[in-house]
């Protein structure tokens, strides 16, 4: 099971189930698109999971900056057109490329891949598996949100006996 804050402040609890539905969604789009590394990170930079070799890359250190450099292409976007924001973020390189984009608003998912995979293919193929994941997501926060609401009326209820005891009212 894994904690997850997320940038919003409220954090979401994945179970084993879901963590293992994550990392298999990160594994067949990685070996579908024979990517070097799909990194699946909240949009702080806090890797959650990843497929694909490390390499002497520091996670940590990589997820945080692709986490910075999402933001900033964020803030040039607002800066430009007053709201929007960039979904989908490419950086070119010489050997790879660098792909990011958001998994709603909380989520980030980066991939490396070599320059020789056709964008398209790896959009259509980031498009699923973000769908996927979002899927899986906002049922975590359906069902975060229905444990609240059932654990906050109980917690009212005993309250008030409680109250109503210790001050003599019932």
Known sequence: MAFENSSNGVGLVFSESTYRKISRILYE???RLKAKLTIFSDMNGY??????????MNIN???AV????FSASNEMSSMISGHQHFEHVLHEGAR????MCSVGSDYLMILIFDKTAPIG????LVHAAVNKLSQYLDSLRVQKRSASQFIDAEFRSKLSNEMDTAFGLS
């Not at 293919?121 to 259509?124: A, E, G, K, S």
Request: hydrophobic share 30%.
């Open 61 to 63: 250190t990589l997820t």
């Open 29 to 31: 789009l990685n070996t």
């Open 121 to 124: 293919f790896v959009r259509l």
């Open 47 to 56: 890797p959650i999971d990843y497929s694909g070799d490390l390499r002497d």
């Open 96 to 99: 790879d490329n660098v792909y």
């Open 66 to 69: 692709a986490s910075g450099s």
